[in-house]
Nanobody, 122 residues
Framework: VQLQASGGGLVQAGGSLRLSCAAS????????IGWFRQVPGKEREWVAT????????YYADAVKGRFTISRDNAKNTVYLQMNSLKPEDTAVYYC????????????????WGSGTLVTVSS
C-alpha cells in the first residue's frame, strides 16, 4: 500500500489543522493506520493509531483530548484532526500502515508515507 500525507502548514498556537493520509494499492481497509511525528534530531514519536474498522483508536498522552484520528475506508483516507495546537506539536508528521500487530515504536508498520510539516508558532 502506498501512503501520502498532506495538510500540514503554519498555524498559530491554539489553532487547528487536519492532516490527511491517502492510500492506494492494496486493500486499505485491511490495515491499521498510525500517525507518527518527528522533529529533526529527535526520535520519532507515536501520535495515534486507528484500527482497520475505525472502532478502536489510541492516542499518545501528549495529544489526548486535542487530536482525533478517524478514517473513511470508502475514500481510502485517514484523518488526524489537530486542535488546540501547541508549539511543541511542531514536527514532520507521517502516516504508516500495519497489517499485523503494531508497537508504539513503529514496529509492525511496514508501509510509510512521505511526511507533511506542521509548524505551530507561539
Amino acid at each position: 500500500v502506498q501512503l501520502q500525507a498532506s495538510g500540514g502548514g503554519l498555524v498559530q498556537a491554539g489553532g487547528s489543522l487536519r492532516l490527511s493520509c491517502a492510500a492506494s494499492g492494496r486493500t486499505f481497509r485491511d490495515y491499521t493506520i498510525g500517525w507518527f511525528r518527528q522533529v529533526p534530531g529527535k526520535e520519532r514519536e507515536w501520535v495515534a493509531t486507528i484500527s482497520w474498522s475505525g472502532e478502536s483508536t489510541y492516542y499518545a498522552d501528549a495529544v489526548k483530548g486535542r487530536f482525533t484520528i478517524s478514517r473513511d475506508n470508502a475514500k481510502n483516507t485517514v484523518y488526524l484532526q489537530m486542535n488546540s495546537l501547541k508549539p511543541e506539536d511542531t514536527a514532520v508528521y507521517y502516516c504508516a500502515a500495519s497489517g499485523t500487530a503494531w508497537n508504539y515504536d513503529g514496529r509492525g508498520f511496514g508501509y510509510w508515507g512521505s511526511g507533511t510539516l506542521v509548524t505551530v508558532s507561539s
